[in-house]
Each structure stands twice: as structure tokens, then as C-alpha cells.
């Protein structure tokens, strides 16, 4: 998403996770001489989710993670992401290792 000019905050407990994803989009921004921004945090995810505030976002991108959550903590990343979601409420579900929040550049 970053790439078509959507902004980017990634979540992930590994720290190497973060570094390669911080190194990957900084050359994606050289190459692409991209405006938009991308930013990876070292946190749970629901950790995350419970304690974000004042963010609003386009979209959620759950990756391969779901199917390893409890019932209970599917319900409150469900609960809060529609906190937090633009009025689109986009959530979707990656093949990835990395949860993402995105948002379009105006």
C-alpha cells in the first residue's frame, strides 16, 4: 500500500522484523521519491490496539495472525478497531507477519 501513496504504521514484537521493514521502506521512499510515511512499532498488537488513541485510519491490515488469537482477543481487536477506523471501516486479512494501519495521503 505504501507504494500506491498510502501511509503506513506497522506493529511487531521483532525487533528484527522493525529494522528489516524500516530498512525496505526507506529505500522504497529513495526509489519512489515517495511524500507519504511509514512508521513500525516494537509492541503487541493488542497491546497496541487496547492504547491507541486519537488515530483514525482507512484501513487494518490483519496478516497471518488471527488464527492464533483467543476468542476473547479476536473480539478486542474487532471492538477496537472500529474504534479507530475512517468511516470506510476496512479490515483485512494478509498472508503476512505484520499488522499494519494505513491511511491515505491527502
Keep these: 500500500f ?11 514484537l521483532s525487533k528484527d522484523a522493525i529494522d528489516n521493514a524500516n530498512n525496505n521502506f526507506e529505500k522504497l521512499k529513495k526509489e519512489k521519491k515517495s511524500l507519504n510515511n511509514f512508521n513500525f512499532i ?5 497491546q497496541w490496539l487496547e492504547n ?3 488515530e483514525q485510519f482507512d484501513a487494518i491490515i490483519f496478516p497471518n495472525i488471527i488464527e492464533y488469537l483467543t476468542e476473547k482477543e479476536i473480539e478486542i481487536a474487532q471492538k477496537n478497531n472500529c ?11 494478509l498472508e503476512t507477519d505484520v499488522i499494519c494501519a494505513i491511511s491515505r495521503v491527502d
Design 42 to 46: 516494537k509492541k503487541d498488537m493488542l
Design 52 to 54: 491507541v488513541e486519537n
Design 83 to 93: 474504534e479507530f477506523l475512517s468511516l470506510g471501516k476496512n479490515i483485512l486479512r
Design 2 to 12: 505504501y507504494q500506491f501513496g498510502w501511509n503506513v504504521l506497522g506493529v511487531d
